[in-house]
């Protein structure tokens, strides 16, 4: 039970309503210490927070850096830490795997998109479920929904398709499903039909609305590249201050 992704995975288990997993995003090892002081007892890098920190658009970074920067977030702290890896990189299951455990993941979101649309939904399942069995019990695969990202609110079926593929992803055997940008009731809906915990973002403006979606059957919640960029504000504005400005 020592073992950190059964560590980690406890950690999604027996939430009571109101009090989510909250899984803050480091884009580098000085942000991930900071989180660990904070007393935060699991990490969940963002992609789109580490690409702006090596300089790169978000979805336009290297695999071979993306997986450097994880490994030392990973050797920067003490406690668990999962990687957001996108779509995978291209990369077989097999080696995504391998990868992953190389860096010191105790997880990984995978998304169900890539090139701006969403992918064959049996395919993923069967993606997942291969990158599940290879890993045994050694990644958290948490399987990212990207319907309300290409689709929309107001887009057609929308709701249904969610609610259909983080089902079919759940029974390919994601650890959790992630219906990313999903309206409120949606998420409830969503919660309320799969087996496994639901993964909500949220917004790091204090905790009643992580509170909220707890109530609304979020498991964990993560917080994409937002912490990233409020600390980036936050340098620009120091450096404003320098100028006089």
């Not at 920067?69 to 995504?96: F, M």
């Not at 905790?207 to 917080?223: D, H, K, N, Q, V």
């Amino acid at each position: 039970m020592n073992e950190p992704a059964s560590v980690f995975r406890a950690l999604h288990h027996g939430r009571l309503p109101g009090d989510p997993l909250v899984l803050p995003g480091p884009w580098d090892a000085a942000s991930a210490r900071v989180f660990e002081d904070a007393g935060f007892p699991a990490l969940a890098t963002p992609s789109a927070g580490v690409a702006a920190s090596l300089g790169h658009a978000d979805g336009q970074t290297p695999a071979s850096e993306m997986f450097a920067a994880v490994a030392r977030i990973v050797r920067a702290v003490s406690v668990p830490v999962s990687a957001d890896v996108e779509a995978g990189y291209g990369l077989a299951p097999a080696e995504l795997v391998d990868r992953l455990l190389e860096a010191g993941a105790v997880g990984c979101n995978l998304e169900d998109s890539a090139d701006g649309a969403l992918v064959d939904a049996r395919r993923q399942a069967d993606r997942l479920a291969e990158v599940r069995a290879l890993a045994g019990g050694h990644l958290f695969v948490n399987a990212r929904v990207d319907t309300y990202v290409h689709g929309g609110p107001a887009a057609a079926g929308v709701e249904a398709e969610t609610v259909a593929r983080a089902l079919l992803y759940a029974e390919a055997g994601a650890d959790c499903v992630y219906p990313i940008m999903a309206p409120a009731d949606v998420l409830s809906r969503v919660a309320a039909a799969v087996p496994v915990p639901v993964n909500a973002l949220g917004v790091p403006d204090g905790p009643s609305g992580i509170r909220r979606l707890g109530e609304l059957g979020a498991s964990r919640i993560t917080f994409g590249p937002q912490l990233q960029r409020r600390a980036a504000d936050a340098v620009r504005d120091v450096a404003g201050r320098l100028l006089g400005r």
